[in-house]
């Protein structure tokens, strides 16, 4: 198990020193002279090149990423161009904030997409697989910004008893802040139920068809105890898999959903920092969040091991 | 005008009027101005409240109904207003170039002295100010016992070091002010005294003290760069307490405030880079006042009995920008006539703004100005612009680009210039980018001066402008030949003409109205000839509001003025 577990954790710094290189290189692709872009057009060449200067960014390129990377892995996350203040107290609270999204989301999605999916394979061509089927597939199909904005429409602006934006005012308790997140994580539940619940659907009726479980049922075992003990251990390792593979998207793809209900997570901000060339905000904002998605991963890695001996032992070999 | 009157205009002119006063005086007389008119250069001469009564007697109008406007007491309540967009850039008035800065820095911001929508000058900071023989010098007296939020006492070494680093490289502020002003000509008379001495004469000086140069708000002496939204230190009935980039500021009731009290207690502001998130909170009730909204892009809150919309007449414009100077059809004048001429302006005001709006001439003189009104509207004429597009040799058209921004309603308008041109064989492809890439980039040094920026070096385009109470900004920075004193550095169409500098020149120094619409009749003409840039038409600034927010008035400009504003 150890041995498999520092194998995972190798691969996800590997993985995240080849994202580092990545996110810098394209944000040196991107055009503009930074001095010029933050001095603005009145500002002196020589004050342009003194600026560039002590940025470090007249380095070359292969100095500049040292140099960031060492910073990077000892905290020091630089400042912003853009706004000219340190970045991580500009990318904590939008972390945080991202990650509260996310909890809220998974929270109502995991349980929903399951519970549905397992409903239908136990009713396997019948009107409630149907209906589940179906309802997750449209829902799926339809973009989030389209069932956000209805549920706006409905939630917020009809019936007006959920609030429309997501940031809840500042000192808000417990319940104020899931209740402003309420809808926003009811659009990413739209979303991802069908594709979490088919998952599920098909886990579980493979573990139905399975020899074990015939097996169990022969032997008498109560069906509910087959379920827990046998079906539902198998069935739902490939969803764990599908459930991590989300929280990227989660935590840091939600750009959409933060857009319309205006609310600051680290989605928008990585958004605005490539818009408006903030080179440091976008490439440690990128890097922050590559390190959630693989812990994510990683957590998910375990969880799976955990669920199932057999990957664990052929990781270790 | 009865005697007691003349008397004591007379006596005015004998004792306090210069050159300028005394032709003011004149004009009154002649009968030149309305009242709303009257009032207005009354103010930017900065005449005191007696002797604009006598200047109205003098013109047959009723007496103004001085004083100050009612204000609701305080209260414990907040405003929670939208901005969008955010800031792009740290708050820091020097640099503000960008609408969310501006409101941003204004809420707690003040100057010299205000401009009103109804473009009077309303004194702030300074509570009276007054001209040389030649408007070449403008002396300010401040207002007494000013605090900044930091406790310590405005005196003129404040609003010294704040304007003369406006005047130094670096200020936004230089293209307002950079071809009058150098930071020498900024002095302290003594300690509640400020002369400016300007370059040249400039008979509408004050009007650039105001909240119209929107960077001038008055800083302590000692104010340090990046502190702004660290540590509260202006004079304004709000002071900022919080500043979270791109997320929302929070500010409180300066109990110092020179003014008195304001009626809200606070402001919360929240940042919004999508219109329809500020509406969707407006409409459920997480917000109450959004700072600027459109038609294109808010259409939810027009005739919507919960809101209220409030509007402000100005001098709000797109310029379409044609290069006269590169190697392609639009270095002929005909061609830029011809292109001009297909546009149908109140149909595209119609669809564009439901009418909220004023048809532009093709120059800077928007309606709203009262200037060169003689000269006729420039109105479509499809065979007239297929005879200029022969005469320059181009009747089967040309293939061009039109290089713009994602701003508000302006790639609509993109597409409608796209389907006008059309009809005089003009084939036009649309580069439509963010507001961010149109303006990146360097806009002075090589290769022609304006750097390589699109938005001051494609060959066509079309770029935002912001209200301003007199039409200095468009004529120096937009229209004038690029010099070093700052004046053409925004000058996208890099068009040139001595004669139009002239009459700039000429038009700044002249005193009175009479000699100010000449000028301008003069450079409107030579516009609508030469046809460097198209100004199809000059909107509404509009904001909107719950129906609980009282006494808020919209800013053509855009300025998020609230001391006066209150919640029911």
């Given amino acids: ?317 | 005008m009865d005697r007691e009157t003349r008397r004591q205009l007379e006596r005015y002119r004998q004792d306090e009027a210069g050159p300028f006063e005394s032709t003011f005086i004149d004009d009154v007389i002649a009968g030149e101005f309305d009242r709303r008119e009257l009032l207005r250069r009354a103010s930017i001469l900065g005449l005191s409240v007696p002797m604009v009564g006598i200047l109205l007697r003098a013109a047959g109008e009723p007496a103004a109904a001085f004083g100050a406007t009612a204000r609701a007491a305080a209260s414990s309540s907040r405003l929670r207003l939208a901005i969008i967009p955010p800031p792009t850039g740290a708050i820091e008035p020097l640099t503000f170039e960008d609408q969310g800065g501006l409101e941003t820095g204004g809420i707690c911001g003040e100057f010299l002295t205000r401009a009103t929508p109804s473009k009077t000058l309303l004194p702030e900071l300074a509570v009276s100010w007054k001209p040389n023989a030649n408007a070449t010098v403008w002396t300010f007296k401040l207002r007494p016992n000013v605090k900044f939020h930091t406790g310590q006492a405005m005196t003129s070494a404040d609003v010294v070091a704040t304007w003369k680093a406006l005047a130094s490289p670096g200020s936004q502020a230089l293209s307002a002010i950079g071809s009058y002003l150098a930071p020498a000509g900024v002095v302290a008379v003594d300690d509640l005294t400020v002369a400016f001495h300007l370059n040249s004469s400039v008979s509408n000086f004050p009007y650039l003290t105001s909240s119209d140069t929107y960077q001038a708000i008055i800083l302590p002496a000692n104010y340090k760069m990046g502190t702004f939204t660290s540590t509260p230190q202006t004079t304004g009935a709000f002071m900022i307490t919080a500043y979270n980039p791109g997320v929302g500021a929070t500010y409180q009731r300066f109990p110092g405030w020179w003014g008195g009290t304001a009626p809200l207690a606070g402001v919360d502001v929240t940042y919004y880079s999508a219109a329809a998130a500020a509406d969707a909170a407006l409409l459920g009730g997480q917000v109450d006042l959004i700072g600027q909204i459109q038609l294109a892009t808010d259409r939810s809150l027009f005739n919507n009995s919960n809101v209220q919309i409030f509007k402000a007449r100005g001098a709000t414009h797109r310029e379409m920008c044609m290069r006269v100077d590169v190697n392609n059809p639009l270095h002929d004048y005909r061609v830029r006539q011809a292109i001009a001429l297909t546009l149908d302006r109140p149909a595209i005001i119609k669809q564009l703004f439901n009418n909220l709006a004023d048809i532009g001439n093709d120059s800077p003189f928007a309606p709203v100005y009262g200037l060169a009104r003689s000269v006729p509207q420039r109105k479509k004429n499809i065979p007239k612009a297929k005879q200029l597009m022969a005469a320059a040799g181009h009747a089967k058209g040309f293939a061009i680009t039109l290089t713009t921004e994602t701003t508000g309603e302006i790639p609509e308008l993109a597409q409608i210039v796209k389907q006008s041109v059309k009809a005089i064989g003009i084939n036009m492809t649309l580069a439509i980018e963010s507001a961010t890439a149109y303006f990146a980039g360097t806009s002075t040094g090589p290769p022609k001066g304006w750097g390589n920026t699109p938005w001051l070096n494609a060959d066509l385009n079309i770029t935002d402008w912001g209200s301003r109470p007199v039409p200095n900004v468009f004529l120096v920075a937009a229209l004038s030949t690029l010099s070093k004193s700052g004046a053409g550095v925004w000058n996208a169409a890099h068009y040139s003409n001595p004669k139009f500098n002239s009459d700039v020149k000429s038009f700044l120094a002249a005193a009175s109205f009479k000699d100010q619409n000449k000028y301008a009749i003069a450079m409107q003409q030579l516009l609508l000839h030469d046809t460097p840039v198209v100004f199809p038409y000059f909107y509404y600034y509009l904001a909107a509001g719950s129906k609980s927010v009282k006494g808020y008035v919209a800013d053509p400009l855009g300025q998020i003025y609230l001391s006066k504003t209150s919640l029911a």
């Fill in chain 1, 1 to 317: 198990m150890a041995r498999f577990l520092l194998k995972r954790f190798a691969l996800a710094i590997i993985t995240l020193f080849m994202v580092s290189v990545i996110v810098f290189m394209v944000a040196q692709l991107l055009p503009g002279n930074i001095g010029r872009n933050v001095l603005g057009g009145f500002a002196t060449q020589q004050s342009v090149n003194e600026y560039n200067h002590a940025l470090g960014v007249d380095r070359p390129v292969y100095v500049q990423y040292a140099s960031w990377i060492s910073k990077f892995v000892q905290g020091n996350l630089g400042s912003s161009l853009e706004y000219k203040v340190p970045l991580w107290p500009l990318l904590r609270p939008s972390l945080v904030n991202s990650l509260e999204l996310a909890a809220v989301a998974f929270v109502l999605v995991v349980p929903l997409s399951i519970l549905g999916g397992v409903l239908a394979a136990l009713r396997r061509g019948r009107v409630a697989d149907r209906v589940i089927t179906l309802t997750g597939l449209s829902l799926t199909a339809v973009p989030e910004f389209v069932s956000a904005i209805i549920l706006i429409l409905v939630f917020g602006l009809l019936f007006k008893v959920l609030p429309v934006n997501a940031n809840a005012p500042p000192g808000s308790g417990f319940f104020t802040h899931i209740r402003y997140l309420l809808l926003p994580a009811m659009a990413l539940t739209m979303v991802l139920f069908g594709y979490i619940a088919r998952m599920a659907r098909a886990g579980t009726i493979e573990a139905l068809d399975a020899d074990y479980t015939r097996t169990a049922f022969l032997k008498g075992i109560p069906t509910r105890t087959v379920i827990w003990r046998h079906v539902l251990r198998n069935s739902l390792l490939p969803t764990i898999a599908v459930i991590a593979t989300q929280m990227g998207y989660l935590i840091g793809g939600l750009v959409v959903i933060e857009k319309v209900f205006n609310y600051n997570g680290i989605g928008q901000r990585i958004y605005t920092a490539a818009s408006n060339k903030d080179f440091t905000m976008l490439e440690s904002g990128v890097l922050v969040i590559a390190i959630v998605y693989l812990t994510a991963m990683l957590i998910a890695d375990i969880l799976y091991s955990v669920l199932n001996p057999r990957i664990r032992h052929a990781g270790a070999q």
